[in-house]
């Protein structure tokens, strides 16, 4: 299989642990990797920095090569997790990670990498406020705040329903918010209705990433493309 690309990826407005499986991605080039280089994964880190729940802003800073490869690690950890979770039938790559015990080690390891506890201080008038103090690297703190999360995900938050989109062609995973929610974005959707089209009517499908023309019952516009996923601009679709 070839090495994926290395490019931004969409931004879904899921909860932070499913964007982080989401940096692989595909479209009409192929398979993506949103972390595969220094300089893409600070695009995507900057991308999510508003919703990172760290003491202080700058704590979204670049991140180092090691620690880089410990997001890639953590990432690969939960897309695992989510796999054995979901049932995930898809044959695109699920995860490097092939282990269900090793992915939940790494989770757990990266969690303890760094933490927050909170803080109280006293003013110069006197008051008392509260305030967090972080022990460890800035970086560590970023991707321990991740692997927290993952863990609240798939532990305490359960009950969300996590799900793999079935559309052709996609890898991503996201939460079914409404009941009559299938797939991860409104291109997916409109991808998959454009399947069971041809489907029925015994045309071959397109290729993947060409233009498909909207059956005459289909929301599908004519100019859509399948699977083609603006980075951090995708909408979900309840459809």
Request: neutral net charge; charged residues 25%; glycine residues 4%.
């Amino acid at each position: 299989m070839a090495k994926p690309l290395s490019a931004p990826s969409p931004i879904l407005g899921q909860h932070l642990p499913v964007e982080l499986m989401n940096t692989v991605w595909t479209n009409r080039q192929g398979i993506h990797d949103a972390l595969a280089s220094p300089d893409v994964a600070q695009r995507w880190i900057e991308a999510i920095r508003p919703r990172l729940d760290l003491p202080t802003a700058d704590d979204a800073e670049v991140l180092s090569q090691d620690a880089l490869v410990r997001v890639r690690a953590l990432r690969d950890g939960l897309r695992r997790i989510a796999a054995e979770r979901t049932a995930d039938p898809r044959e695109q790559p699920v995860s490097a990670m092939a282990d269900l015990e090793t992915a939940v080690q790494v989770v757990n390891e990266t969690a303890r990498l760094a933490h927050v506890w909170p803080t109280l201080t006293v003013s110069a008038d006197g008051g008392i406020t509260d305030d967090r103090e972080p022990a460890g690297a800035r970086e560590d703190l970023l991707v321990a705040t991740l692997a927290t999360q993952g863990i609240e995900l798939f532990s305490r938050k359960a009950d969300l329903d996590l799900r793999a989109c079935l559309a052709p062609g996609c890898v991503l995973y996201f939460i079914k918010d409404h009941p009559r929610r299938q797939w991860c974005s409104n291109a997916c959707g409109n991808c998959a209705r454009a399947a069971r089209y041809y489907a029925r009517h015994g045309r071959p499908n397109p290729e993947r990433g060409a233009p498909v023309p909207p059956p005459s019952s289909s929301p599908v516009h004519p100019t859509e493309t399948c699977l083609e996923l603006a980075p951090s601009s995708v909408t979900a679709s309840k459809n």
